[in-house]
């Protein structure tokens, strides 16, 4: 059955990702918003209510409830809700518009981490799980032992194990080269499959520092109305056709299997139930890669490649990379913005600009990094992760 | 600043790694649950207790963490990993402990995983020193290395004694040493103290033992290096061994810490044997732990001395009148107040009156008690197979021991120090339990510990035929512990950091 009622973004905003030590949180969601309201020319009293992401904003900026802080902001007194993840936040949204609750809704994203440098390792890890983190677990840990463990359990060995990790490497390179034509990315430059290489030598570790995410400041918008609002407000409307969330346990030794996310693979399943698409329909794709392995995984989670077999799927493609992955003869661009990688990991305003590049990309809006696709640009895919592999949001867009 | 009601929670789930298990599924869980998770309501009441603490686990994969988080950055470099139990029905985080590894180490991962682990209970991280101390048990060492992997069997007992005696012991010390001369001494690693040691040694005890811990009735802790100036360590040691019947989540037992200098346990022993020789106590077992990570100012500052004898461990005695292994046949106590050794509140490390804790203190005390005993048994040396003394260093423990007529065969065999350094508390109980664990039956064993202050207990133990039945069941013997081809020697420097801890 196909959604009723579709949701329709119909103006994005997003500020650069970075370090914005000199900026009071609520100046990054303000340009957000101003971006996206212009677009939509639409102006405060319009907003009938706000749905706002932070992950962990009241720890890292010791702040207080972030609806009165908003409303201060916005003169706005109407509901407002606080999630922690993007994707969650857009998920209740979308719920609310299709009800009839609303037809003009804000949904915005912030988080400002870089105000808390020294002990964000630990905030995040003691989030993340607990049990794990008090035996000693770090933010990179479980992505090296989920590596090790999928190495393990699909047996590859020697040459293959050699393509695995530059598999790894090249998305990474992939992800920043993306990123170089994206001005609102945290790191616009290029970089080797040997510096990551490198860097992982220099960690003495499986991963190292280019396989992993930064710590991000930043935010984004997206003003979310009612099909019918919509049309009133552009004429390039994109709609949301399926999106759906699942949930793990906390803590992730505990899970049945440790090779890949539950959450991703069931989040898809219904997804694309709801949407009435197939795989092969999705073009556009935004990853959740808060390392290079999350990155690898999910393209098997998701049904894009076999269980162990997307480093290969993804080496052959790196090795002489066109700008996009060729899967069954198919075009698939992941991660144009730049992924978490390259173009920041503001954890509450991740998902924003994963949903922000689509809705840019389905436009044909995103300029110089505009997919130059075979075939009409019309199905993209979000996958967003809260903690590790605890919850995970799939959002299926698309534009008639 | 630490929240204490989650730490309560966390400590108590995890010091024992408690767990449950789905009668109608065999699902099994790392936390205490009143249903399963698979089966639903249907399972309410069925859900059976069970811990890992006395279980292997399997190392299944695991990583090199050399940038940890801030709380674990005193730890340095170390390997964290994923352990399951029970052929993988149940999987936990876990820290390897007890391995230092330097910066540029190569540390092959490969040849960790897939192996057995041991639970080991540890200090979990750092925190400020007003907090309450962390601790867990999801911390391992590999079995096949210093500490192997035991079962913990209950056995019901089947001799009935007369006399109260010991019915088991275990004596735990740390994986490294630091080597000075002719000296031997242990070390703890950076996330032991004397709370972990004493388990350890309430652990190793109740292993050898193999009575049915919720028949322990009292615990008594002794030491001088208790983290904690006002909190017991007995209280951790009897949930951790969950001693006495646990209702709710309280132990049905009396904890109590004791502190004499180096007497601490040792003056015990009367108390645990009167208590369990009386019958209005319902007490069946009591046991005493003599632990302690043994301090000392650093060398060449006042105090400073002590530093070349500071050794690190404990021993646990479990008292009982029945499968007895050695039966108290007197004891004699005596003492004056003598100031040979402090600490002062607040202060880090003792102070000693130097000269002074020789013959005023030490051999005065030592004489009396020890011939005191020997008078009132109407014993010569002769009729003693082994004498124990407090051993601070090498020297005390032989002069006395001639003095008082004994051979060297007599004196030699308890004689520890130079391979443990002087564990205060556990210091001549650990001699006891390397008597113990080398007499035959119907041996007398005469014991005289010390403690400044001062002070002597010596008791005359006769060993039973069941201490011979007994003895497979406890791998880490002392001689076990201070042989083992899997010490660690570390210098100076490194010693005084460990000491000091997380």
Same mark, same amino acid.
């Given at each position: 059955?196909?959604?009723?009622?579709?949701?329709?973004?119909?103006?994005?905003?997003?500020?650069?990702?970075?370090?914005?030590?000199?900026?009071?949180?609520?100046?990054?969601?303000?340009?957000?918003?101003?971006?996206?309201?212009?677009?939509?020319?639409?102006?405060?009293?319009?907003?009938?209510?706000?749905?706002?992401?932070?992950?962990?904003?009241?720890?890292?900026?010791?702040?207080?409830?972030?609806?009165?802080?908003?409303?201060?902001?916005?003169?706005?007194?109407?509901?407002?809700?606080?999630?922690?993840?993007?994707?969650?936040?857009?998920?209740?949204?979308?719920?609310?518009?299709?009800?009839?609750?609303?037809?003009?809704?804000?949904?915005?994203?912030?988080?400002?981490?870089?105000?808390?440098?020294?002990?964000?390792?630990?905030?995040?890890?003691?989030?993340?799980?607990?049990?794990?983190?008090?035996?000693?677990?770090?933010?990179?840990?479980?992505?090296?032992?989920?590596?090790?463990?999928?190495?393990?359990?699909?047996?590859?060995?020697?040459?293959?194990?050699?393509?695995?990790?530059?598999?790894?490497?090249?998305?990474?390179?992939?992800?920043?080269?993306?990123?170089?034509?994206?001005?609102?990315?945290?790191?616009?430059?290029?970089?080797?499959?040997?510096?990551?290489?490198?860097?992982?030598?220099?960690?003495?570790?499986?991963?190292?520092?280019?396989?992993?995410?930064?710590?991000?400041?930043?935010?984004?918008?997206?003003?979310?109305?009612?099909?019918?609002?919509?049309?009133?407000?552009?004429?390039?409307?994109?709609?949301?056709?399926?999106?759906?969330?699942?949930?793990?346990?906390?803590?992730?030794?505990?899970?049945?299997?440790?090779?890949?996310?539950?959450?991703?693979?069931?989040?898809?399943?219904?997804?694309?139930?709801?949407?009435?698409?197939?795989?092969?329909?999705?073009?556009?794709?935004?990853?959740?890669?808060?390392?290079?392995?999350?990155?690898?995984?999910?393209?098997?989670?998701?049904?894009?490649?076999?269980?162990?077999?997307?480093?290969?799927?993804?080496?052959?493609?790196?090795?002489?990379?066109?700008?996009?992955?060729?899967?069954?003869?198919?075009?698939?661009?992941?991660?144009?913005?730049?992924?978490?990688?390259?173009?920041?990991?503001?954890?509450?305003?991740?998902?924003?600009?994963?949903?922000?590049?689509?809705?840019?990309?389905?436009?044909?809006?995103?300029?110089?990094?505009?997919?130059?696709?075979?075939?009409?640009?019309?199905?993209?895919?979000?996958?967003?992760?809260?903690?590790?592999?605890?919850?995970?949001?799939?959002?299926?867009?698309?534009?008639? | 600043?630490?929240?204490?009601?989650?730490?309560?929670?966390?400590?108590?789930?995890?010091?024992?790694?408690?767990?449950?298990?789905?009668?109608?599924?065999?699902?099994?869980?790392?936390?205490?649950?009143?249903?399963?998770?698979?089966?639903?309501?249907?399972?309410?009441?069925?859900?059976?207790?069970?811990?890992?603490?006395?279980?292997?686990?399997?190392?299944?994969?695991?990583?090199?963490?050399?940038?940890?988080?801030?709380?674990?950055?005193?730890?340095?470099?170390?390997?964290?990993?994923?352990?399951?139990?029970?052929?993988?029905?149940?999987?936990?985080?876990?820290?390897?402990?007890?391995?230092?590894?330097?910066?540029?180490?190569?540390?092959?991962?490969?040849?960790?995983?897939?192996?057995?682990?041991?639970?080991?209970?540890?200090?979990?991280?750092?925190?400020?020193?007003?907090?309450?101390?962390?601790?867990?048990?999801?911390?391992?060492?590999?079995?096949?290395?210093?500490?192997?992997?035991?079962?913990?069997?209950?056995?019901?007992?089947?001799?009935?004694?007369?006399?109260?005696?010991?019915?088991?012991?275990?004596?735990?010390?740390?994986?490294?040493?630091? #080597?000075? $001369?002719?000296?031997?001494?242990? %070390?703890?690693? @950076? !996330?032991?103290?004397?709370?972990?040691? &004493?388990?350890? *040694?309430?652990?190793?005890?109740?292993?050898?033992?193999?009575?049915?811990?919720?028949?322990?009735?009292?615990?008594?802790?002794?030491?001088?290096?208790?983290?904690?100036?006002?909190?017991?360590?007995?209280?951790?040691?009897?949930?951790?061994? #969950?001693? $006495?019947?646990?209702?709710?989540? %309280?132990?049905? @037992? !009396?904890?109590?810490?004791?502190?004499? &200098?180096?007497? *601490?346990?040792?003056?015990?022993?009367?108390?645990?044997?009167?208590?369990?020789?009386?019958?209005?106590?319902?007490?069946?077992?009591?046991?005493?732990?003599?632990?302690?990570?043994?301090?000392?100012?650093?060398?060449?500052?006042?105090?400073?001395?002590?530093?070349?004898?500071?050794?690190?461990?404990?021993?646990?005695?479990?008292?009982?009148?029945?499968?007895?292994?050695?039966?108290?046949?007197?004891?004699?106590?005596?003492?004056?107040?003598?100031?040979?050794?402090?600490?002062?509140?607040?202060?880090?490390?003792?102070?000693?009156?130097?000269?002074?804790?020789?013959?005023?203190?030490?051999?005065?005390?030592?004489?009396?008690?020890?011939?005191?005993?020997?008078?009132?048994?109407?014993?010569?040396?002769?009729?003693?197979?082994?004498?124990?003394?407090?051993?601070?260093?090498?020297?005390?423990?032989?002069?006395?021991?001639?003095?008082?007529?004994?051979?060297?065969?007599?004196?030699?065999?308890?004689?520890?120090?130079?391979?443990?350094?002087?564990?205060?508390?556990?210091?001549?109980?650990?001699?006891?339990?390397?008597?113990?664990?080398?007499?035959?039956?119907?041996?007398?064993?005469?014991?005289?510990?010390?403690?400044?202050?001062?002070?002597?207990?010596?008791?005359?133990?006769?060993?039973?035929?069941?201490?011979?039945?007994?003895?497979?069941?406890?791998?880490?013997?002392?001689?076990?512990?201070?042989?083992?081809?899997?010490?660690?020697?570390?210098?100076?420097?490194?010693?005084?950091?460990?000491?000091?801890?997380?």
């Amino acid at each position: 059955m196909s959604m009723q009622n579709r949701p329709a973004i119909v103006a994005a905003g997003r500020t650069k990702f970075g370090e914005h030590y000199e900026k009071e949180p609520e100046k990054l969601i303000e340009e957000a918003w101003l971006k996206a309201s212009a677009e939509a020319n639409l102006e405060r009293k319009d907003i009938q209510a706000c749905y706002i992401s932070d992950y962990f904003l009241p720890i890292t900026n010791k702040l207080g409830l972030e609806e009165g802080w908003l409303s201060e902001l916005t003169e706005l007194h109407v509901p407002m809700e606080v999630t922690r993840s993007f994707g969650s936040a857009l998920s209740n949204a979308c719920n609310a518009i299709r009800a009839g609750s609303y037809d003009t809704i804000l949904v915005g994203g912030i988080e400002k981490m870089t105000d808390r440098w020294d002990k964000i390792r630990d905030d995040l890890m003691l989030l993340e799980d607990p049990w794990s983190y008090y035996a000693g677990c770090t933010p990179e840990a479980n992505h090296e032992l989920m590596l090790r463990a999928y190495i393990k359990k699909h047996n590859i060995k020697n040459e293959n194990l050699h393509k695995l990790e530059t598999a790894l490497a090249q998305i990474s390179v992939k992800n920043h080269l993306h990123a170089t034509k994206n001005t609102c990315a945290q790191y616009q430059r290029k970089i080797t499959v040997e510096q990551v290489l490198n860097a992982r030598k220099e960690a003495r570790k499986p991963l190292g520092l280019y396989d992993f995410a930064p710590i991000t400041d930043g935010a984004a918008v997206l003003i979310l109305t009612s099909e019918q609002k919509a049309k009133k407000l552009t004429d390039k409307p994109i709609h949301i056709l399926g999106f759906a969330s699942a949930t793990d346990y906390l803590t992730y030794p505990e899970r049945e299997d440790m090779t890949h996310f539950l959450v991703t693979e069931t989040a898809m399943q219904k997804a694309l139930k709801t949407a009435q698409t197939s795989l092969q329909d999705i073009q556009l794709l935004e990853l959740y890669d808060q390392s290079t392995v999350m990155e690898l995984i999910s393209m098997e989670d998701l049904g894009f490649c076999k269980r162990g077999t997307a480093w290969k799927t993804i080496h052959e493609n790196c090795e002489n990379y066109k700008g996009y992955y060729q899967i069954e003869g198919k075009q698939l661009f992941t991660n144009m913005n730049g992924g978490l990688k390259a173009d920041g990991n503001p954890l509450g305003a991740t998902g924003g600009a994963q949903i922000y590049e689509i809705f840019k990309q389905l436009r044909g809006e995103a300029g110089e990094r505009q997919a130059k696709a075979d075939s009409e640009l019309k199905h993209g895919c979000v996958l967003e992760l809260e903690g590790f592999g605890t919850k995970g949001y799939v959002y299926i867009l698309g534009r008639d | 600043m630490s929240s204490e009601p989650i730490e309560r929670r966390v400590s108590y789930l995890g010091d024992r790694l408690r767990g449950s298990r789905c009668q109608i599924c065999g699902k099994e869980y790392f936390e205490i649950r009143d249903y399963c998770g698979k089966c639903g309501r249907k399972s309410f009441g069925k859900m059976d207790e069970s811990d890992l603490f006395f279980e292997k686990g399997k190392l299944e994969v695991s990583t090199l963490i050399n940038e940890p988080t801030n709380k674990f950055i005193k730890l340095g470099n170390f390997v964290y990993g994923i352990v399951s139990f029970h052929d993988g029905k149940i999987r936990v985080p876990g820290r390897l402990t007890d391995r230092m590894i330097k910066d540029n180490d190569t540390v092959d991962l490969s040849t960790f995983e897939e192996r057995e682990v041991v639970p080991r209970f540890r200090r979990r991280y750092s925190v400020s020193a007003s907090d309450v101390i962390p601790t867990i048990s999801l911390t391992f060492t590999f079995a096949d290395e210093y500490y192997p992997h035991q079962e913990y069997k209950k056995v019901k007992p089947s001799k009935d004694y007369d006399a109260p005696g010991i019915v088991g012991y275990g004596v735990y010390s740390s994986r490294f040493r630091i #080597k000075e $001369g002719n000296l031997e001494r242990a %070390v703890p690693f @950076i !996330d032991e103290d004397s709370i972990t040691a &004493a388990v350890e *040694a309430g652990k190793l005890a109740l292993i050898h033992s193999s009575i049915d811990t919720t028949l322990v009735g009292k615990i008594y802790v002794g030491s001088e290096s208790n983290p904690y100036a006002v909190k017991p360590i007995a209280s951790k040691v009897a949930q951790v061994l #969950k001693l $006495g019947e646990e209702d709710e989540d %309280v132990q049905g @037992i !009396d904890a109590i810490d004791t502190e004499f &200098a180096c007497k *601490a346990a040792s003056s015990m022993f009367k108390d645990a044997a009167s208590l369990v020789n009386y019958p209005e106590s319902g007490v069946n077992h009591a046991m005493v732990i003599g632990t302690d990570n043994s301090q000392a100012a650093p060398r060449n500052s006042p105090g400073g001395e002590l530093d070349l004898f500071v050794g690190y461990g404990a021993a646990a005695f479990i008292f009982g009148k029945q499968d007895v292994i050695a039966e108290i046949e007197g004891w004699y106590s005596c003492t004056s107040d003598t100031p040979d050794f402090w600490r002062r509140d607040g202060e880090s490390f003792p102070s000693h009156g130097g000269r002074f804790t020789g013959d005023p203190a030490y051999f005065k005390h030592v004489r009396k008690a020890s011939s005191k005993i020997m008078e009132k048994l109407n014993l010569k040396p002769c009729d003693v197979t082994y004498f124990v003394a407090h051993q601070p260093n090498m020297q005390f423990p032989i002069r006395i021991a001639k003095e008082l007529g004994f051979k060297e065969e007599q004196y030699q065999p308890s004689l520890q120090v130079a391979k443990f350094g002087n564990t205060y508390s556990g210091c001549s109980p650990v001699g006891l339990a390397a008597i113990l664990d080398i007499a035959k039956p119907n041996e007398r064993i005469l014991i005289t510990s010390y403690g400044s202050g001062a002070g002597s207990d010596a008791y005359s133990l006769i060993t039973t035929n069941q201490l011979l039945d007994k003895r497979s069941r406890q791998k880490l013997t002392v001689k076990y512990q201070a042989e083992n081809p899997f010490l660690e020697y570390v210098d100076y420097t490194t010693y005084r950091r460990l000491k000091l801890g997380m």
